[in-house]
């Protein structure tokens, strides 16, 4: 997903999407290396946002646990410090409803840094979403 930001499309910001924590009878499995290897790498080798400064990683977290969710991803920048070229400690961001921000910097192959910055929601079954949690009455049922 991108947004585009000139009229020659080579300026835009792009964003990758990965789902985290899920939930399966045999347990709960947070997808942080998937995160990760398919998704902020992509941007470190310029398979996305080639020559950009800043991209954006979602992450849907489906079971909710927002802090698990995001341990689990930093936890993983760190163990593949080396492969993502990472060029300090990620750093957080302020939240935007029911979120978690933060942002990594990191050196490519050709030199250049990039600026992810990361959010995860929550979503599933019964949660509102970090849209619904920011607009006052919105996804919440009326009292009768």
């Known amino acids: 997903m991108a947004v585009i930001l000139n009229q020659d499309r080579d300026i835009y ?8 924590n899920l939930v399966r009878q ?4 947070s ?17 996305y946002a080639k020559g950009l400064p800043l991209a954006c990683m979602l992450g849907y977290v489906l079971d909710g646990d927002l802090e698990y969710a995001e341990s689990s ?3 993983r920048i760190a163990e593949l410090c080396e492969e993502v070229g990472l060029v300090a400690e990620p ?16 050196r490519r192959p050709s030199g250049s840094d990039i600026e992810v910055r ?3 929601f929550p979503v599933g079954p019964g949660l509102r979403t970090a849209v619904q ?3 006052p009455g ?6 009768t």
């Not at 910001?13 to 985290?20: D, G, I, N, V």
């Not at 045999?26 to 499995?29: I, L, M, N, S, V």
């Open 13 to 20: 910001l792009a964003y990758e999407c990965k789902r985290l």
């Open 26 to 29: 045999d347990g709960r499995r």
């Open 31 to 47: 997808l942080a290396g998937n995160y990760v290897k398919d998704g902020l790498s992509r941007f470190v080798v310029e398979q």
């Open 73 to 75: 991803v930093r936890s």
């Open 91 to 106: 750093r957080d961001a302020a939240p935007i409803g029911e979120s978690k921000r933060f942002f990594s910097r990191h």
């Open 118 to 120: 990361h959010a995860l």
């Open 133 to 135: 949690a920011a607009e």
């Open 138 to 143: 919105r996804g919440r049922r009326r009292r």
